[in-house]
């Protein structure tokens, strides 16, 4: 996509230019090279991150290989590309991956071994870009992975972040937030593009003139101005080609300093770059009250306007007029963070390329798809008015517009005063706000969400207005991982039994893993996949040894809670479970509980009160039960510290339970239910998200299901919920949930869980009480088949048999059938 040089000359291409052979002598010379002439180093006083730099860099030679034969070709065949859009990503340490998919891993652990360097120490050093908060950055790497490998043409957009997600330790069981300094060794893995830059202005007013035919012209006078320089990552797809992550981050522009500089004013110019170069600063935790956060709708306006000026660049680059943009470009919006564009795209096309209104909404709206990942009412964005006014007065006279002739447009049909007000774009009950969720569903062709459950209550719920008038603009995308990080990658010893006995065609094909089931019944099979297992298990307790000092038995059950903590994923739930098994162990003399490791991780907002709260309680909980020599020889609770791709890449293949507990309903899709299930754990979980189809892939007697449906917890608060009632009714639970003020517990602070013991019992807003006692007994369930280890590998086995459908390919490929419309260009 990026020349318009259409018969591109194969010349950098050819072989022969440089070593970038792929044999293990290859490898060896390369990395001696690199450490010699880009280091400047000499083996004896290198560092592992030298050798951790100089295999980078070697490998790095070999993806930029793959990398401009592939911008060549998708150039060359000039086809219709994909541009993703979004804050966040999540990519994970690049080197393991990238090895994969030049399918270079033994040629180069056997050359570093003549070396005697270990690979799996060499991997170890990468810090990974924390540049996404969890979920909804992890599922953009994994499309990231399989636009690659399906050879979609494609660019994917986002901020650098100076600083990612915060790095979380804890301190006397509490959170507590540092910052991530992931640049601070450098970044092998990027290359910085100081030509393609882009200004960005914010603030001032407008200007409305008349010309002499009396055309109307609008100018846009900021009161500040900064620029945007793109930093390029390639992204190495499975024996195939590569797209661009290109990431942007603010600086200021000479001009300013020059100015200031003139006046004799060099401090006050310093000030200005330094205060401009925030922009891109830090990425902001979600789930915190963001409205009204001037820096991250900088941050949000900030990157469109560089991405959509570059998406133009390229368009006209290749002779092309901007009426055609929808032609050539689809622009996914993941989530409403990056909305703002459909105002930037129509200011872009009227006042810079002098489009008129009809042609320019035209475009716009056939260029953008926008996702939907979130019911949540607190996470739908929404920006004052009085915000954009002072940051982005343009945008907001442009929202007013199209809002008006939307609404023009939608009293034409027969909709209620009531339902046209629910529908605007903007929120005039109290404070007025912009509903930026409103602006990218009128602004895009397609909607959807991120799984059949979530894509329903979407329809139904928060957007059903809007699929009232235009039903044919909502579909559904079931979420995607990509299996090559989350098995070939971080499991090499059971997809090497995998593809031991299916051969390796599930790496571009999961489908293939059905090939599976009929070893299920394989009594030798089964105990080969046990030991995988087990050795995987053996792995993580070495992991959680090393980050916290606790040891646990690797053949004690692993049950595995990871994900963001918030409310609505009920840690919490999982905690009452603990204690239930406790008091059973102490107070009714139970003895036959299977020996267990309830291991958590997750990071929760800095600001968000009850999350960090559930982490001292997993904490506190873990404190008194691990030292408590008449229980823990049976139940051990660790919580690990920073939660992240590194880290999960080792917990995964560890677990043998996936606890997917949130209240039905909450849940979008969910991507950790994916990756766990991939890795052969068995799955506790309700009828949320993904969880659903998961269940009726690998078949409801592989599932352990429990708790409400959707529709019946709307039943049961429609019917009005008292959570004090069930806990008054129940016994075992009221222990329990008394337990959260004891002595023993709090170590005498008993205040300290009194806002989780009283939000439980008064409102109990995600139904934890109510669905307790359905939780308890399926985890009986859980232990009787956990007793009978065949049966549970049999299980295990189905379940990894039927992940086909959950390979981001797939994801990949619905996107370009139902929304896109863009096929893949061959490697
Ligand atoms: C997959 C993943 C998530 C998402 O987990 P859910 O269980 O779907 O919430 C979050 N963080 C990381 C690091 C992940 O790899």
Not at 47 to 57: I, P, R, W
Not at 260 to 283: D, H, P
Not at 614 to 632: H, M, R, S, W, Y
Request: charged share 25%; proline share 3%; hydrophobic share 40%.
């Amino acid at each position: 996509m990026n020349s318009h040089n259409k018969k591109t000359e194969h010349y950098f291409t050819k072989p022969g230019v440089a070593n970038i052979g792929l044999t293990k002598e290859d490898i060896k010379t390369s990395f001696l090279e690199k450490l010699f002439y880009s280091l400047g180093r000499i083996p004896v006083v290198a560092t592992k991150n030298d050798f951790y730099t100089s295999l980078a860099l070697t490998v790095r030679d070999r993806v930029f290989r793959k990398y401009v034969k592939s911008l060549e070709q998708y150039a060359e065949e000039d086809a219709r590309g994909v541009a993703y859009l979004s804050a966040e990503y999540l990519p994970g340490p690049h080197l393991g991956n990238n090895l994969l998919n030049l399918e270079i891993v033994e040629e180069t652990r056997e050359a570093l071994a003549e070396f005697n360097l270990d690979l799996d120490e060499l991997l170890k050093e990468e810090v990974e870009p924390g540049l996404g908060n969890g979920g909804l950055g992890r599922l953009a790497s994994c499309y990231m992975d399989s636009l690659a490998t399906l050879g979609i043409p494609s660019i994917a957009y986002g901020i650098r972040y100076e600083f990612g997600i915060f790095k979380q330790e804890i301190q006397d069981g509490w959170q507590v937030e540092s910052t991530d300094k992931w640049l601070q060794k450098g970044n092998t893995w990027e290359i910085v593009r100081p030509e393609i830059s882009f200004e960005v202005k914010f603030g001032g007013h407008t200007e409305h003139s008349r010309d002499g035919n009396y055309k109307l012209h609008i100018e846009w006078i900021p009161d500040s101005e900064i620029k945007g320089t793109a930093y390029d990552t390639p992204i190495l797809g499975y024996q195939s080609n590569s797209i661009t992550l290109r990431l942007w981050k603010a600086e200021a522009t000479e001009s300013f300093d020059f100015a200031a500089y003139n006046l004799g004013e060099y401090y006050r110019a310093v000030e200005k770059k330094m205060r401009s170069e925030n922009i891109t600063k830090v990425l902001y935790p979600n789930d915190e009250n963001l409205s009204g956060k001037e820096l991250r709708l900088k941050q949000q306006y900030f990157f469109v306007c560089c991405s959509l000026q570059d998406i133009i660049r390229l368009h006209l680059l290749q002779g092309r007029k901007l009426e055609t943009l929808h032609e050539k470009f689809t622009i996914q919006l993941n989530d409403t963070h990056p909305s703002i564009a459909v105002a930037e795209l129509m200011r872009l096309l009227l006042d810079v390329h002098q489009m008129g209104w009809e042609e320019a909404w035209k475009v716009t709206k056939s260029t953008f798809a926008y996702t939907n990942h979130t019911l949540l009412p607190e996470a739908l964005e929404k920006w004052p008015v009085n915000l954009l006014r002072n940051l982005l007065p343009r945008h907001l006279e442009l929202i007013y517009e199209i809002n008006s002739r939307f609404i023009t447009e939608i009293r034409e049909h027969d909709f209620t005063g009531e339902q046209i007000s629910r529908m605007s774009l903007i929120d005039d009950r109290g404070e007025p706000t912009i509903r930026m969720a409103h602006l990218a569903t009128v602004g895009s062709y397609k909607v959807n969400g991120v799984s059949a459950l979530h894509s329903g209550l979407l329809k139904e719920e928060v957007l059903k207005d809007f699929a009232q008038l235009w039903p044919e603009k909502f579909t559904n995308v079931t979420n995607g991982i990509t299996h090559r990080r989350f098995l070939a990658v971080s499991n090499p010893r059971l997809a090497g039994l995998i593809s031991e006995k299916i051969g390796k065609e599930w790496l571009t094909n999961l489908d293939k893993l059905k090939g599976l089931e009929s070893f299920a019944n394989d009594e030798y099979f089964r105990r080969k996949w046990m030991e995988v297992k087990l050795e995987n298990k053996k792995n993580l307790a070495a992991q959680i040894k090393e980050l916290t000092g606790i040891e646990i038995n690797p053949e004690m059950l692993i049950d595995v809670q990871v994900k963001r903590i918030h409310e609505y994923k009920r840690q919490h739930l999982k905690v009452l479970h603990i204690l239930s098994l406790y008091m059973q162990i102490k107070k009714d003399g139970q003895k036959d509980i299977p020996p267990t490791a309830f291991i958590f991780a997750g990071k929760a907002a800095p600001g968000y009160f009850m999350a960090k709260r559930i982490i001292k309680l997993i904490t506190a909980v873990g404190d008194f039960i691990n030292n408590d020599p008449e229980v823990n020889e049976t139940l051990k609770v660790i919580f690990l510290p920073n939660f992240s791709v590194k880290l999960a890449q080792h917990v995964y293949p560890g677990a043998d339970l996936s606890e997917q507990i949130s209240m039905a309903g909450k849940e979008a899709s969910g991507t950790g239910n994916m990756k766990f299930a991939l890795n052969g754990a068995l799955t506790v979980g309700t009828l949320d998200g993904a969880n659903v189809e998961i269940r009726e892939e690998v078949g409801e007697e592989n599932f352990f299901l429990f708790g409400l449906t959707t529709e019946e917890v709307a039943e049961r608060k429609k019917a009005g919920y008292h959570p004090y009632k069930i806990y008054s009714e129940n016994e075992k639970l009221k222990r329990v949930v008394d337990f959260l003020l004891s002595e023993e517990l709090t170590k005498g602070n008993t205040e300290l869980f009194r806002s989780i013991y009283d939000n439980l019992l008064n409102q109990d807003p995600y139904l934890l009480l109510q669905d307790y006692q359905s939780y308890v007994d399926q985890m009986e369930n859980v232990y009787e088949i956990w007793q009978d280890s065949q049966k549970w590998a049999q299980m295990s086995i189905i379940n990894v048999a039927n992940m086909g459908k959950f390979s981001s390919d797939r994801s990949i490929k619905d996107y370009c059938e139902k929304i896109w419309k863009v096929k893949a260009v061959k490697a």
